[in-house]
């Protein structure tokens, strides 16, 4: 691993004038996937900014109709949320389901959402439940959030500090593991919203996308086999040694018929 | 730059770089070489330690972000030459083969028991998803974890 100066932030203001400060820097939340990309060399920040004295921004919330989860809630602490467990069950299926449970005592939601892995859990939530990602300048709809591999909205100088998830009446999370890493190959969030169906996938596209089509066909019959019988184009989506991007485009029907069957409590 | 922390209920500090990952720091600077390195890169556990009660990953933390944490190791599962109930498990049932996860293992499997009172046999397999067994010992592991008296 190359050599980088440590900082311990106090404060979003002070991490983010350490960050302004760097030549090269990065901020590091649970360090999850930052720490394992250093090692091998595919990063090389000239300073760490370690957010992890940053009490305030953990803890969940539910108020008005929203889980509010502070952006340096491990994922630990969602999956085993009460609070979580009874407005988005299916929120924290997924939060369980993410790494393993060593993961899960380290990584963080704004971590996940910040670097936006193709094959990450936690963006097939933020689309499928329409959430809202606030930083310490203004707050993005999850619809203008995910720009692209790695890409997202956030600008220079700007931090996650929570994320707010509307509370869907039903909704369901399935994903479909790459049998080595167990990251996502395919995952489907299948949410009924206050404001209609929503689909958010993951591991399919070079970022999370919502799945228009199943989304309509669930408006319609909200069954699982209205999601399973969707065709979804292969154009644009990822292809590896694991999947084609054909495999993958058909994992996403048959992810959300099993996401449907979850939201209805099969 | 300096770090101080509690390692197995003793206060240890030392001058380390930054990028030294906890592992590093346990193996190398506190010759504490029961906690082992498999992979390195976050899969297998081999490297499972206790920090502040959390099953974690050493080789994925840099000893600088443990500042002030109380980490607990193999070495300080043992009291008073008494084994800890869970690595007498691991003996009773023979939970090895190679023996180079069992740290690992045990360290894992305690924080398993922590969580899960009275699990079963699927629960423990499921959890145990970040230990990985190259000598695909895992039938007495589970068992081990099941069984011991905590």
Request: hydrophobic share 40%.
């Amino acid at each position: 691993m190359y050599q980088f100066e440590y900082h311990r932030a106090t404060s979003v203001e002070d991490a983010l004038a350490k960050l302004k400060k760097a030549s090269d820097g990065k901020l590091v939340a649970g360090g999850m996937t930052l720490i394992p990309t250093m090692k091998q060399r595919l990063a090389q920040p000239s300073d760490l900014i370690d957010l992890g004295g940053l009490k305030d921004l953990r803890g969940i919330k539910v108020e008005g109709g929203k889980v509010v989860i502070g952006a340096m809630t491990r994922h630990f602490d969602v999956a085993n949320s009460a609070d979580v467990k009874k407005a988005i069950p299916a929120l924290a299926v997924l939060a369980g389901g993410i790494g393993d449970p060593m993961v899960r005592y380290r990584g963080t939601i704004g971590g996940s959402i910040a670097n936006s892995d193709p094959s990450a859990d936690y963006p097939a939530a933020v689309l499928g439940l329409g959430a809202t990602i606030k930083t310490n300048k203004r707050e993005i709809a999850a619809d203008s959030y995910f720009k692209g591999l790695f890409e997202t909205a956030l600008e220079a100088g700007e931090m996650i500090t929570a994320v707010s998830f509307p509370v869907a009446k039903r909704a369901g999370y399935m994903k479909f593991p790459q049998p080595a890493s167990r990251y996502a190959m395919v995952g489907v969030f299948v949410a009924d919203t206050g404001s209609g169906i929503r689909v958010g996938v993951t591991g399919a596209g070079p970022c999370a996308f919502r799945a228009k089509d199943i989304e309509a066909a669930l408006a319609k019959s909200f069954t699982p086999d209205a999601a399973g019988t969707v065709k979804i184009a292969s154009k644009g989506l990822n292809s590896d040694i694991h999947g084609s991007a054909e495999y993958r485009a058909h994992l996403v029907s048959v992810m959300a018929k099993r996401a449907v069957a979850q939201a209805l409590g099969g | 730059m300096k770090v101080s922390m509690t390692v197995n209920g003793k206060p240890a500090s030392a001058e380390v770089e930054a990028r030294t990952l906890l592992v590093e720091y346990l193996r190398e600077h506190l010759r504490l070489t029961g906690t082992h390195v498999g992979c390195d890169t976050t899969q297998c556990g081999a490297c499972t330690v206790h920090i502040n009660g959390d099953a974690v990953k050493s080789c994925t933390i840099f000893a600088v972000q443990c500042e002030g944490a109380n980490v607990l190791t193999i070495e300080g599962l043992a009291k008073d030459g008494k084994l800890h109930p869970m690595q007498e498990s691991f003996k009773e049932n023979h939970g090895l083969q190679c023996g180079f996860c069992t740290p690992g293992m045990v360290m894992a499997g305690i924080d398993i028991r922590r969580r899960h009172k009275n699990p079963t046999e699927e629960t423990v397999r499921h959890e145990l998803e970040g230990n990985i067994c190259r000598c695909t010992g895992y039938h007495n592991i589970v068992k081990a974890i099941l069984t011991a008296k905590m």
